[in-house]
């Protein structure tokens, strides 16, 4: 089963490859622009990327650096004309979308984490430490 899986696979992947591409589809910056939710999704990628790959930042640092790519993106938006009005409130706002929703996400997955009983690795040292604890009684229905 699992070799017709693979060899259907490379089939269908031969034949979208074989496709001809009549033109190359256009990026549209604008699109960044059209509500702050769009642009609170860019600041999300964005900032994940930098904290990736250019810088370590943690705690306060994350939602600051999420609400200054708003304003930044904004100001830029402004300035190309993608933005009318007031662009600082609009990047505040992406800014801040971005923190809340980062937030939500996490408060929504922690819960299955915790779940999942894996637990990290502990070091040697520390395993030979063994703390007891007290099972909490259940409570006595009337």
Do not use: C
Not at 9 to 15: D, N, R, S, W
Not at 78 to 100: C, D, S
Request: charged fraction near 15%; avoid cysteine; charge should be negative.
């Amino acid at each position: 089963m699992l070799r017709f899986l693979a060899m259907a696979m490379v089939l269908m992947t031969g034949a979208v490859l074989a496709e001809e591409v009549s033109e190359v589809p256009d990026f549209d910056f604008a699109s960044w622009f059209s509500s702050p939710h769009a642009l609170a999704a860019v600041v999300v990628g964005l900032v994940s990327l930098l904290r990736k790959h250019f810088v370590k930042l943690d705690g306060i640092l994350v939602p600051a650096l999420a609400l200054v790519l708003g304003l930044v993106l904004a100001f830029l938006g402004n300035l190309l004309g993608y933005l009318q009005g007031n662009w600082a409130f609009f990047g505040l706002q992406a800014g801040l979308e971005a923190v809340m929703a980062v937030a939500g996400v996490r408060a929504l997955l922690q819960p299955l984490a915790q779940k999942g009983g894996s637990e990290e690795p502990k070091d040697q040292d520390s395993s030979s430490e063994v703390t007891a604890s007290t099972p909490t009684p259940r409570p006595k229905l009337k």
